[in-house]
C-alpha cells in the first residue's frame, strides 16, 4: 500500500534537539547530505556535538568544521583505513585546532598505516603543543597510529581515560604522556614494543597492556583494581608492579614461535603471577600453566582468590586443572571453558579433529585423570559454583568434573553455558556426575543449550 501525499512527516516534525541526537549517531559525512532533504533540515547537521569523520580528504574536512554553527562539540574522531590515504599532518593540526575552541571532551585520533612504509601512509605526527591547548576540557583521549613528540611537558589534567594503540614515541616521552594525565583512572596500551615502561601513577585504577612486548616494566599503581596482561614474556628481564588495592586480573602470556622454553620464559610467567597474587577475581589461559610448568614447583599460593576462570582450548590442559585450583585454597567459583572442538591447525597438538583419528589418546587422559584424586582444600571448604562453558559431554571432560564434585562438599550449584553436547547428553551426564557427587543436593543449571530450551534448571 502507497503512503498518501497528504500524510504528515512524523520524523520532521520532531524537536530540534531530538533531531540532531539522530545525527549524532551518524558518520559526519552523512549527516550534512541531510541538508538537502528539505529546509526543515538544511541546517540542523551543524549544530551536532558530536563529529566523526571516516575516510575523510584533505578537501571535506576543513571546509566542513568552518560551517559548524554550534560552539558546543563534546567529541572529534577521525580516522582512516589501512587503505586510505591519511590527511596531511597542516590540515591535522588545523582541525585540532579548532576543535581545542570548541571545549571538545573525546578525542580519537585512529590511523591504521603499521602496514605501509610509503611515506604518504607515514603516522600521524602529534606534538605536544598541539596536546597542550586540550588542557582545559579534554577527558577522553584515544590515539593509534600516531607519531608523539614530547620535547616539552604535557599536562592534561582533566583526561580519565587514554588508550594507546600502535604510538611510537621518542625517548621517555611515553612514560611523559602518561604521567601528564594524572586524573587518567583508565590506560590501554596497546601493540607497542619500546623497550621499557616506566611510571607512577597515584589514581590509575584500570590498567590493560594488550599484546605488548616489553624488556622491562616498573610502575607503581596503588590504586588500580583491575589489570590485564596480554603478551610475550621471552625479553622479560624484570617486571616490577607495586599495587595495593588489585581486585581483578585478567593474564594471557605467550612464547614467541621463534623462542626455545628455558629459565627466562619460566621466570617472566612467575613474576607476573606473583605480581596479580592478591587479586579477588582472576581469568587466565589454561595453558599458560601447562607450558611452563609453573604447578610444580610455584611456590606461591593466591590465599585471596575466590574466583577463578580458565580457558581451556586444547583437551591436553583438563590434566593440569587439578594442579592448578591447589594453589586457590579460598575458592568459591570456579568458571572454566571446555571448548576443544576447533578447527584443525598444524599448530594444535590435541582438538578435536585429532581425537576423532586418535580416540586412544583421550582414554589416557581418562585414566590420568582419575588417579589425581589428591585432596585439594578449596574443594573441601570453600567451593559453592561451577560454571562450565562449551560443554561437549566428552570423556574427558566429564572425568575432570566427576573428579571435582566427587571432592567439592560445599558445591552449591553446576551451570553449563552455551553446550555443544544437547540436552540429551547433557541429562546424561547429569546423572553421572550426581552419582559420584559428595553433595546429592547440587542444583544444575543450563543456558543457551539449544534454541527450543534457552534456559533449564534441573
Request: hydrophobic share 40%; charged share 25%; proline share 3%.
Amino acid at each position: 500500500m502507497e503512503a498518501s501525499s497528504d500524510q504528515p512527516d512524523l520524523i520532521s516534525s520532531l524537536s530540534d534537539s531530538i533531531l540532531i541526537h539522530i545525527l549524532s549517531f551518524l558518520p559526519s559525512n552523512l549527516s550534512g547530505r541531510t541538508s538537502i532533504l528539505s529546509r526543515r533540515w538544511r541546517y540542523l547537521w551543524e549544530h551536532v556535538p558530536e563529529l566523526i569523520f571516516e575516510h575523510c580528504w584533505d578537501e571535506q574536512l576543513l571546509p566542513f568544521l568552518t560551517h559548524r554553527k554550534s560552539s558546543i562539540l563534546r567529541k572529534f574522531h577521525l580516522s582512516s583505513g589501512y587503505k586510505d590515504v591519511i590527511l596531511d599532518n597542516y590540515t591535522i593540526d588545523q582541525a585540532l585546532c579548532f576543535c581545542a575552541t570548541q571545549g571538545v571532551e573525546e578525542l580519537h585520533l585512529l590511523f591504521d598505516t603499521i602496514h605501509h612504509a610509503s611515506p604518504k601512509f607515514s603516522s600521524y605526527y602529534l606534538r605536544a603543543k598541539s596536546l597542550s591547548c586540550w588542557e582545559a576540557s579534554l577527558r577522553v583521549l584515544n590515539l593509534r597510529g600516531c607519531l608523539v613528540s614530547c620535547p616539552g611537558r604535557i599536562n592534561l589534567p582533566k583526561v580519565e581515560e587514554l588508550r594507546l594503540f600502535c604510538v611510537s614515541t621518542e625517548s621517555g616521552a611515553f612514560e611523559h604522556i602518561i604521567t601528564g594525565c594524572p586524573s587518567v583512572e583508565s590506560l590501554e596500551i596497546q601493540q607497542n614494543c619500546h623497550k621499557a615502561l616506566r611510571f607512577h601513577h597515584p589514581n590509575l585504577k584500570r590498567l590493560v597492556l594488550d599484546w605488548c612486548h616489553w624488556d622491562h616494566i616498573d610502575i607503581s599503581v596503588p590504586k588500580l583494581k583491575f589489570f590485564k596482561y596480554d603478551g610475550s614474556v621471552d625479553s622479560l628481564k624484570t617486571f616490577l608492579m607495586r599495587v595495593y588495592n588489585l581486585k581483578e586480573a585478567e593474564i594471557e602470556l605467550y612464547q614467541n614461535r621463534d623462542c626455545n622454553q628455558n629459565d627466562g620464559y619460566v621466570w617472566g610467567h612467575r613474576c607476573v603471577f606473583q605480581a596479580v597474587a592478591q587479586a579477588e577475581h582472576l581469568k587466565v589461559h589454561c595453558g599458560n600453566w601447562e607450558k611452563s610448568a609453573l604447578y610444580h614447583n610455584m611456590n606461591l599460593t593466591f590465599k585471596n582468590v575466590k574466583c577463578l576462570a580458565l580457558e581451556c582450548a586444547e583437551l591436553v590442559f583438563l590434566l593440569v586443572v587439578p594442579a592448578i585450583i591447589r594453589l586457590f585454597p579460598c575458592l568459591e567459583n570456579f568458571d572454566i571453558s571446555l571448548r576443544t572442538c576447533l578447527p584443525y591447525t598444524p599448530e594444535m597438538h590435541i582438538d578435536y579433529y585429532l581425537m576423532s583419528k586418535r580416540p586412544d589418546e583421550e582414554k589416557e587422559f581418562c585414566m590420568q585423570l582419575k588417579n589425581k584424586m589428591e585432596s585439594i582444600n578449596c574443594l573441601r571448604y570453600s567451593l559453592r559454583r561451577i560454571d562450565v562453558r562449551d560443554f561437549e559431554a566428552r570423556d574427558t571432560q566429564i572425568e575432570l568434573l566427576k573428579l571435582l564434585v566427587k571432592n567439592a562438599i560445599q558445591l552449591e550449584v553446576i551451570c553449563f553455558t552455551d553446550s555443544f553436547g544437547g540436552i540429551a547428553r547433557l541429562l546424561k551426564s547429569r546423572q553421572i556426575l550426581i552419582s559420584c557427587a559428595a553433595n546429592k543436593n547440587i542444583k544444575f543449571l543450563a543456558q543457551n543449550i539449544s534454541n527450543r530450551h534457552s534456559n533449564v534448571s534441573w
